[in-house]
């Protein structure tokens, strides 16, 4: 019996290794022979530098670099040694969670920390970045990464413009010239599902800024300013990409990196599957089991079981998903690859018991996943 446990991580709960640990060593008490291959996956969001860690077995290291207010903190990133591939979550150093409720500004939060990473990144001697993007503070566009890597913003009186998304309405002049020059070196990947433009109803203020703080008047000021700011780099760089999918990803950190960095961007869970060695390890299995927080219409928009339940379909796999709360349309996901969902809370639970019980309520799901298996093989 070979199995494999792609699972994404419980948010607030359990990281993706954790939730495979766990679901594992419910099937080994059934299957105590199994061979049971664990293989955390992540989206592109938070736990994606966890995941590609524990799938590739690279190494974790930590670099000191400016928060989103620009005060110190130790930003954790991954470094694969085979490939000389560097993993970044911009969350480590620019996210949101970093800066306590009272003190959060989006019209000033800078995204110079997550630039701080890129370079510790190239000292390092990468030649691929892989960037998460998602649960960011910031509303810049991605200047302050590019201003960490030695790009330069003036007014119009040629002073440097303060740190911020705000601050670009006062952009006159782009200056590239002085961009860390082993960047052309590298190619950069994006771990991203997000499709929205950096500017206009859809755009990074007008979709993300409400959930950084931003009121009804900040954020028509942050899409005015991110628009000079797209205007001043269509003058710059002899296009205009301000309408590409993607560009306003994480306060329009996607902008930046599409624009100045040429990255590509991919969806997260293929990515993480490709470096993880997910289809590898599907191919011969006879179950896959993945899961998340929770299951629901929105596991369609790219999230992690979709494209586990995608892989295993092309090998003729079936595919088991484990939530911690089945919502509204999850019946939807059977048409998309995923053969039957469960709930591990087993009746009504608080939230913070359901949190606290994690690991043993997905050991004993999976232990009863394992037995009904075996009653269905006779």
Known sequence: MKV??????????????????????????????????????????????????AATGGEY???????????????????????????IEMAAASGLHLVPEIYRDVLVACTHGTGELI??????????????????????????????????????QGRPLAPGGAALAQLARIDLSGLDPRLQAVDFEVACDVDNPLCGSRGASHVFGPQKGASAAQVLQLDAALARFADVCAQTLGRDDRDLPGCGAAGGIGFAARSILGATFRPGIELVAELGGLEEAIAGADLVITGEGRLDIQTLHGKTPLGVAAIAKRHGVPVVALAGMLG???????????????????????????????????????????????????
């Open 328 to 378: 509204e349309g999850y019946q939807r996901l059977y048409a998309h690859g995923i053969d039957v969902a469960f709930s591990v809370v087993p009746g009504p639970v608080s939230l913070a018991n359901a949190i606290a019980d994690a690991p043993y309520l997905l050991h004993q799901r999976a232990a009863d996943i394992a037995r009904l298996w075996q009653l269905a093989k006779g």
């Open 4 to 53: 494999v446990i792609a699972p994404d991580s419980f948010k607030e709960s359990l990281s993706a290794t954790q939730v495979a640990a766990a679901i594992a060593g419910g099937l080994r008490e059934v299957w105590p022979e199994a061979e049971l291959l664990c293989r955390p996956m992540a989206d592109g969001g938070e736990g994606t530098l966890t995941a590609l860690i």
């Open 119 to 156: 370079r510790a990144a190239l000292d390092a001697g990468a030649t691929r970045i892989i960037l998460g993007f998602g649960g960011s503070a910031t509303n810049d566009a991605g200047c302050g990464m590019l201003r960490a890597l030695g790009a330069r913003f003036e007014d119009a």
């Open 61 to 87: 290291r930590e670099t000191i670099v400016r928060d989103p207010l620009g005060e110190p903190v130790a930003a954790g990133w991954g470094w694969i040694e085979e490939s000389h591939s560097a993993v």
